[in-house]
């Protein structure tokens, strides 16, 4: 219940903001909150990747109700490289950067002298869950399989992921400890993006991979991987076949959610118009299209309720790279 809870919180949130929309129509949107000024997304990594791929899509889903949008990219250590330079940015309400769980793990275990702390949370957007795989030849038959070698010897066990401190890292470390093994003995190989993580998975220099579904879907079905488990609570639309990690007898689950915040110091109106901005691009035709063609969940929560979801979240994240000796 407890962690169903920010789901619940998100429904009543959305159904309150679009019924007490400060906005009568889009010409208000551009005229009464940007003023004539341009609406930039700052994706904290490289092209390509799910911060990139959704700040994209966010671009043409706003097309209709704020004109042309900017996006850019700063690539770096899970997205702390784009907040320190995001911070530069205090009070200025045309500023947004995509972020989410991986910028989580990557503030602890990078020891970021920037924090979330300094920035205005706007709204959780989407929900994207990980697949584990194995190349289609691996002698791993499935994850009791890959559960049982990581019992007998955990550091024969390779995992290939994104980066440090990532979502990817830490389902592997919540899978050791719902099996009995110690988390910092995980033999987790990082990498700066999910190209670099498969090409080693298929080199075979790991045994098996992570990434979230949208990113690995494409290799799964042209057969070059094999999907052992997905980190959702219920089995996928999109892969029907794939136990999830529960149904395979590890106790885990894992949403790696993306949303947006602003720079902290923008006025109170300005944070209610962005709130009310992206329920609206929720709400969208665009949007709906996007989340059924990527394959991610509708996650929507702004407000409170969002600011108490991150509170939760960070502390999980927190907790399991100490466990792992990250953080």
């Not at 959305?14 to 000024?37: H, I, K, N, P």
């Not at 919540?174 to 298929?202: C, K, Q, R």
């Not at 057969?223 to 106790?251: I, M, N």
């Not at 609206?280 to 665009?286: F, K």
Request: aromatic share 4%; charged share 20%.
């Amino acid at each position: 219940m407890r962690r169903a809870l920010p789901y619940l919180a998100a429904v009543l949130a959305t159904v309150l903001l679009a019924g007490t929309s400060s906005w009568g129509g889009d010409d208000a949107v551009a005229g009464d909150f940007l003023d004539g000024r341009q609406l930039r997304l700052m994706a904290p990594a490289a092209p390509g990747g799910g911060w990139d791929q959704t700040s994209r899509e966010m671009q043409t889903a706003l097309r209709d109700m704020v004109g042309r949008t900017e996006v850019y990219n700063v690539a770096g250590a899970g997205g702390t490289i784009g907040l320190s330079q995001f911070e530069r940015y205090h009070g200025d309400a045309t500023q947004l950067m995509v972020m989410g769980f991986v910028m989580l793990g990557a503030i602890e275990s990078n020891d970021s002298p920037v924090t979330l702390a300094e920035t205005t949370p706007i709204a959780r957007l989407t929900t994207d869950y990980e697949v584990i795989v194995v190349p289609a030849k691996s002698s791993v038959r499935g994850l009791p399989d890959l559960v049982e070698r990581m019992r007998r010897n955990l550091g024969s066990v390779s995992f290939a992921g994104g980066s440090a401190g990532g979502a990817e890292q830490i389902l592997t470390g919540l899978i050791a400890d719902a099996i009995g093994e110690d988390p910092a003995g995980v033999n987790y190989v990082a990498h700066s993006g999910g190209g670099e993580a498969l090409a080693t998975l298929l080199s075979g220099r790991a045994t098996a991979g992570l990434s979230g579904v949208s990113e690995l879907e494409g290799q799964i079905k042209a057969g070059t991987v094999r999907p052992l488990a997905v980190s959702s609570t219920e089995r996928l639309p999109s892969l029907p076949g794939v136990p999830t990690l529960k149904e395979a007898g590890v106790d885990v689950e894992l949403a790696n959610w993306r949303g947006v915040v602003a720079p902290a110091g923008i006025r109170p109106a300005d944070e209610r118009a962005l709130e009310d901005l992206m329920v609206r691009m929720t709400q969208s035709a665009a949007w709906r299209e996007t989340l059924q063609r990527r394959g991610w969940g509708d996650a929507t929560l702004t407000g409170p309720a969002f600011d108490g979801f991150l509170g939760e979240e960070q502390k999980t994240v927190q907790d399991v790279l100490v466990k792992m000796g990250l953080a």
